[in-house]
Nanobody, 114 residues
Framework: QVQLVESGGGLVQPGGSLRLSCTAS????????MGWYRQASGKQRELVAV???????NYADSVKDRFTISRDNAKNTVYLQMISLKPEDTAIYYC????????WGQGTQVTVSS
């Protein structure tokens, strides 16, 4: 089994920055994909960014120039650096792990508001 623990969410003003972290533990094997999805109130869960254990990345168009995903394979940890945050980035952010099937974290709230 794989468990995901997220940290780093919170309240930030528009234009501000946050860094999310997610550490995977348990039966971790490579190759795998880790990343972030988000779900705003009343909306469907959507891709934010994912990264493979080989370093390939994929971003949602809405965050491509503002968010950066990275990972430390030795620590089984994925990071999401978010800058120039907008109110529309407000959502619960879920960590994601994939190897043959999806595993989700509990989610961390990101609120962008003045």
């Amino acid at each position: 089994q794989v468990q995901l623990v997220e940290s780093g969410g919170g309240l930030v003003q528009p234009g501000g920055s946050l860094r999310l972290s997610c550490t995977a533990s348990g039966s971790i094997f490579r190759p795998n994909t880790m990343g972030w999805y988000r779900q705003a109130s009343g909306k469907q869960r959507e891709l934010v960014a994912v990264i493979t254990s080989g370093g390939s990345t994929n971003y949602a168009d809405s965050v491509k120039d503002r968010f950066t995903i990275s990972r430390d394979n030795a620590k089984n940890t994925v990071y999401l650096q978010m800058i120039s945050l907008k109110p529309e980035d407000t959502a619960i952010y879920y960590c994601y792990y994939y190897r043959y099937f999806d595993i989700w974290g509990q989610g961390t709230q990101v609120t962008v508001s003045s």
